[in-house]
């Protein structure tokens, strides 16, 4: 890798996280509902005297143990993840003043998901290693055999009705969130630089290699249907 590409890739991966966690803190000010893992996370911040950001990094953590018996291996941005966005979520929340009227919430709710669709693309294409999340999905897509969208989906619900109940956020922002991310991920995907992760978006099976000492995860999901992390 050359110092042009290792730059570009460098600028993808912070940049993109950095983002992500302001586009977290953008959706949480806003108060009208958050994707299914933030909704976990504002449930277990309510219990637990750490900050957003803290309970985000102690949660990649915790699923990042969930990889050992799924054999997946992290790579530098799966490190850069649980940092980075700890970090840039906290400080946004500082930052973002405080709304009530109804259109300044929508305001900051649209603007959050479409830069978490932006910040999505960006830290994929640094092709730098999956996120904590995305990492389990995988996993599990490649140790049972089941569909991205199955495995997917379950996580998602599980993790949404456990942060309900600790008294997390959903509403319509939460809906609106699951509508719309898989097609402004991939939007964003086709203006973002495409040589570090072009492969990872062939229309090719779940495969696992042999001897079972490492999982391949390759979805045979359009583009817009690839898995994208909510860290």
């Avoid at 108060?31 to 309970?55: C, E, K, M, Y």
């Avoid at 790579?75 to 930052?95: K, R």
Wanted: contains cysteine; positive net charge; hydrophobic residues 50%.
């Amino acid at each position: 890798m050359n110092a042009r590409d290792l730059a570009l890739r460098t600028t993808l991966l912070v940049g993109g996280l950095t983002l992500y966690g302001t586009s977290m803190a953008m959706m949480i000010t806003g108060g009208l509902g958050l994707n299914p893992w933030d909704v976990f996370h504002q449930g277990l911040t309510a219990r637990l005297p750490i900050s957003f950001g803290a309970i985000t990094a102690v949660t990649g953590v915790m699923v990042l143990l969930l990889w050992i018996p799924l054999r997946q291996r992290p790579g530098i941005g799966t490190v850069a993840n649980i940092v980075i966005i700890a970090v840039s979520v906290d400080l946004a929340l500082d930052w973002l003043p405080d709304v009530t009227s109804i259109p300044s919430r929508a305001a900051l709710l649209t603007g959050g998901i479409v830069l978490n669709g932006l910040a999505t693309a960006a830290y994929i294409s640094a092709g730098l290693g999956a996120g904590p999340r995305d990492g389990l999905m995988t996993g599990l897509v490649a140790r049972t055999g089941l569909s991205v969208r199955l495995v997917r989906t379950a996580i998602e619900l599980a993790v949404l009705g456990t942060g309900w109940l600790l008294g997390g956020t959903a509403g319509v922002g939460t809906v609106l969130y699951a509508l719309s991310i898989g097609p402004l991920v991939h939007f964003f995907l086709g203006v973002m630089p495409q040589k570090f992760t072009a492969h990872k978006f062939t229309a090719r099976k779940c495969a696992v290699r042999a001897g079972g000492d490492h999982s391949s995860v390759e979805s045979s999901e359009p583009a817009d249907r690839i898995p994208t992390e909510t860290p």
